[in-house]
């Protein structure tokens, strides 16, 4: 079964996004010192639909079920999206679906955010995530299995994903 694999990296503000929204992902660009600052990660399983995945500073760990045969809509002035596909075998897929009954409604990962970032510290919450991170845990999961997903760094800010995503394309093709 062949997995249609989205990540949207957000690089500008959307023109409906409250102040803080905005004031934020400006924070964020300033302190990574990156053009991007969020990563979502789309995955359209056939026969299942599409599961958006990424962490929110107000809602933790996000992780939505989106009906089959939906699109889920982005501002394309807003985002880049790069796309590839990619075909687990039935353990990783099995470990995907146990991993988001896991992680879904963990919090938001302040700490490493902060920390990590201004200070170069290496604090690691394991109760908490932020988007580029859980974006990077689960694009190593379905590629490597959980076991790998759980060994490697995924202290990334949105900028390593991106920068990664050539990667992950050329282990497909």
């Known amino acids: ?66 009906a089959n045969g939906r699109e889920y809509i982005f501002n394309k002035e807003c985002v880049e999206i790069d796309e590839f596909y990619l075909t687990p075998n039935n353990k990783t897929l099995k470990d995907f679906y146990s991993e988001i009954e896991r992680l879904k409604n963990k919090g938001y990962d302040f700490k490493t955010v902060i920390f990590n970032k201004l200070f170069k510290l290496n604090i690691k919450d394991d109760d908490n995530w932020y988007c580029s991170e859980i974006t990077n845990y689960f694009i190593f999961l379905l590629f490597y299995g959980v076991e790998l997903a759980n060994a490697i760094n995924n202290n990334l800010i949105p900028k390593d994903i991106k920068n990664s995503i050539k990667n992950y394309k050329d282990l497909i093709f």
């Open 1 to 66: 079964m062949k997995l249609k694999i989205n990540i949207i990296s957000y690089h500008k503000p959307c023109k409906n996004w409250g102040i803080v929204d905005k004031t934020g992902s400006r924070l964020i660009q300033l302190v990574t010192g990156s053009k991007y600052f969020h990563t979502v990660l789309t995955i359209d399983i056939p026969n299942d639909g599409v599961y958006l995945i990424t962490a929110l500073y107000d809602k933790g760990v996000v992780i939505d079920k989106i």
